[in-house]
């Protein structure tokens, strides 16, 4: 369209509240309305505020409206279905309170107005109170609440290169399975306690007959990778079974 990169100076970010830098030798500030001009925005719409000052003036803002991702209702709803107590953090105003109320639930905490430092710290409470803390983040705000969190995923997007410290990174494509990812974690222990529980049974059928002298040492060295071979041919095909009937298209 014949737009041409703008050569920034001076540049600094302060987290949670927005960036500056010079312009044309002109201070171009760009964040909250608290960060640009002090105190709280007069209005309040459905949509997220990014203001802008030149030279510490008052320019007006860009209103961003957000759209939620294909089938984040749904994860959401697994989610509670299965019993797990969900938090919101968000850096943002609280524009869309009741949509987001409605979305998660009536008894879900929403937080708006975090810097990092309030994320890490919400965590931090969680856990003293006996929590254990799985935190999806996908900015820089959230880098510090991710390694704080007991299991942390980055969400990432092909627009972005960042990813904070975490667990895990998961392609932003992929949220709307998180409920299901848990699902099959919380499957897949279960099968690997049951192998562990087999093999000792496995293993104590076959010490019994080798201590009265009944098996030759033949047999014994088939039946010792025999125990192996089947353990992980079972596991494999009963996680791959799981997996199907966990990840089935609806």
């Known amino acids: 369209n014949g737009a041409s990169a703008l050569s920034l100076e001076d540049f600094s970010e302060h987290g949670g509240k927005g960036l500056e830098a010079m312009v044309h030798c002109r201070r171009l500030r760009v964040g909250s309305f608290s960060y640009i001009h002090g105190g709280e925005a007069a209005t ?17 803002c860009f209103a961003v409206r957000n759209r939620y991702r294909t089938g984040v209702p749904e994860m959401i709803a697994g989610l509670r279905a299965r019993g797990y107590a969900l938090h919101l953090l968000s850096g943002d105003n609280d524009a869309e309170r009741a949509t987001l109320q409605t979305l998660l639930g009536p008894d879900v905490a929403l937080q708006f107005h975090q810097t990092p430092q309030s994320k890490l710290a919400y965590i931090k409470r969680l856990q003293q109170g006996g929590a254990r803390v799985l935190m999806l983040g996908d900015g820089l705000n959230d880098a510090g609440a991710l390694l704080q969190a007991d299991a942390g995923i980055a969400v990432t997007e092909n627009t972005s290169q960042f990813t904070p410290a975490c667990d895990a990174i998961l392609d932003a494509s992929g949220v709307r399975l998180v409920d299901r990812f848990l699902a099959y974690a919380v499957q897949g222990k279960t099968v690997v306690t049951a192998s562990f529980v087999l093999s000792i049974c496995y293993n104590v059928v076959g010490l019994s007959f080798a201590v009265r002298a009944v098996l030759s040492p033949m047999v014994a060295a088939i039946l010792m990778p025999a125990s192996s071979i089947s353990i ?16 089935r298209k609806k």
């Open 232 to 247: 992980v041919t079972l596991v494999t095909v009963v996680s791959s079974i799981v997996a199907r009937r966990i990840f």
């Open 44 to 60: 309040r719409t459905t949509s997220t505020e990014v203001w802008v000052s030149v030279d510490g003036k008052l320019r007006g």
